[in-house]
C-alpha cells in the first residue's frame, strides 16, 4: 500500500513524458545525447519528481475537500513525508545537473525556482500556466545546455582554464539554438495546464477549445521543415515527422475535443492526461524536426509504457 502511495503522489506514470526534453533539447543543438544528456535527464526526473511531491503537499487542503481519495487526505502520505520527498528530490536534480556543467546547474536552479514558486505561489494566479510552461521550456533547455557543454569539453584542450570558458561559451550558442523547440513544448504545456485548472469541477468549454485550437496551431508549425537548414529534409525524414506530429494530434486533440463537447470532470481529467501524454509524441516530433531521427524513435519507445502505467496510475 506505501508503495502505491508513492507511486499515486509522485504521479509515476507522467514520468515517461520528461526525458524527451532533454532528448529534444539535444538534438534541438544538433549533438547526439552524451553522459551530460543522461544527466540532464535525471536532473530532470527528480526536479520534476519534486514538483509532484510539493504540489500535492501545498493542496493538501483542497485535496481534503476535491480529491479526498488522494495519498495525503487519505492518510496514507504524512504531509511531512511529501515535503521532506520534495526538498531531498530538489537537492538531488541540483546535484546531478552541477555534474552536467556550470551552465546546466544555471538552468536547473532557475527550473527548481520556478517548480517550487507555481507549487507555492504561483498555482492558483493568472501566472500559474505561465509558470508550469515556463518549467518545460526550461527542462528542455537543460538538455540542451548540458549536451552542448560536455561537447565542447570534450573538443576544448585540456586547459582546464580554457576549456571552461569555451564550455560557457558553447552552452550560451546552445540556447537560441534550442529556443524554438522550446517555445513549441512551451505553448503545449500552457494550454493543458490552462485546461487542468477545471479537472475537479469541471463546467468550462473555454478552455479545452483554446487548447484544442492550439494544439492544431502547433501540429502546422511543427510538421513544417525546420526553419533556418537552407534546405529541405528528406523525403523519409518529413515522413517521420509527419508521422509523429500526426500522433501528437490524436493523442492531445481527441479528448480535448470530447471535453469540449462535455466539460465533466471525467472528461476534462482524461484531456489533461491526454495533453500530458501527448508531450512524447511532440518531443519526438521535435528531434525529428531537427534530423535526429534516432533520438525520435527512442522517445517515441516511453509511449507503451506510459499508457501502459497509466492505466494503473492516474498522471493526474
Known amino acids: 500500500m506505501t508503495a502505491r502511495a508513492w507511486a499515486e503522489l509522485l504521479r509515476v506514470s507522467a514520468l515517461f513524458t520528461v526525458p524527451g526534453d532533454a532528448l529534444a533539447g539535444a538534438a534541438a543543438v544538433g549533438r547526439r545525447p552524451n553522459r551530460s544528456t543522461a544527466l540532464a535527464v535525471g536532473a530532470s526526473l527528480c526536479l520534476y519528481e519534486a514538483g509532484m511531491a510539493l504540489n500535492d503537499w501545498a493542496d493538501r487542503e483542497e485535496d481534503a475537500v ?139 468549454t473555454t478552455a479545452p477549445l483554446a487548447a484544442l485550437t492550439a494544439v492544431a496551431a502547433l501540429g502546422v508549425v511543427t510538421a513544417r521543415d525546420r526553419p533556418g537548414e537552407g534546405k529541405r529534409a528528406s523525403a523519409p525524414a518529413q515522413l517521420l515527422v509527419t508521422a509523429l506530429t500526426g500522433a501528437y494530434l490524436r493523442t492531445a486533440g481527441r479528448p480535448l475535443a470530447h471535453a469540449a463537447l462535455n466539460p465533466s470532470p471525467p472528461l476534462t481529467q482524461r484531456a489533461v492526461g491526454g495533453g500530458i501524454r501527448a508531450m512524447i509524441p511532440l518531443q519526438a516530433a521535435l528531434a525529428a524536426r531537427a534530423g535526429a531521427s534516432g533520438t525520435a524513435l527512442a522517445v517515441m519507445g516511453l509511449v507503451p509504457l506510459a499508457r501502459s502505467l497509466a492505466r494503473k496510475v492516474s498522471p493526474t
Open 66 to 204: 476535491d480529491r479526498p481519495h488522494r495519498p495525503i487526505p487519505s492518510g496514507r502520505i504524512t504531509p511531512r513525508a511529501a515535503l521532506t520527498a520534495a526538498g531531498a528530490l530538489t537537492a538531488a536534480g541540483l546535484a546531478l545537473a552541477a555534474r552536467a556543467g556550470r551552465p546546466a546547474l544555471t538552468v536547473a536552479t532557475g527550473l527548481a525556482a520556478t517548480v517550487w514558486a507555481y507549487d507555492l505561489r504561483l498555482k492558483h494566479t493568472p501566472a500559474g500556466p505561465a509558470a508550469m510552461a515556463a518549467a518545460r521550456g526550461l527542462d528542455l533547455l537543460l538538455g540542451a545546455t548540458a549536451t552542448a557543454t560536455a561537447t565542447a569539453h570534450a573538443t576544448t584542450a585540456p586547459a582546464k582554464a580554457s576549456a571552461a570558458a569555451t564550455a560557457t561559451a558553447t552552452a550560451r550558442s546552445a540556447v537560441p539554438a534550442a529556443l524554438p523547440a522550446a517555445a513549441l513544448l512551451t505553448a503545449h504545456t500552457y494550454a493543458v495546464t490552462a485546461v487542468s485548472r477545471h479537472e475537479a469541477q469541471g463546467g468550462s
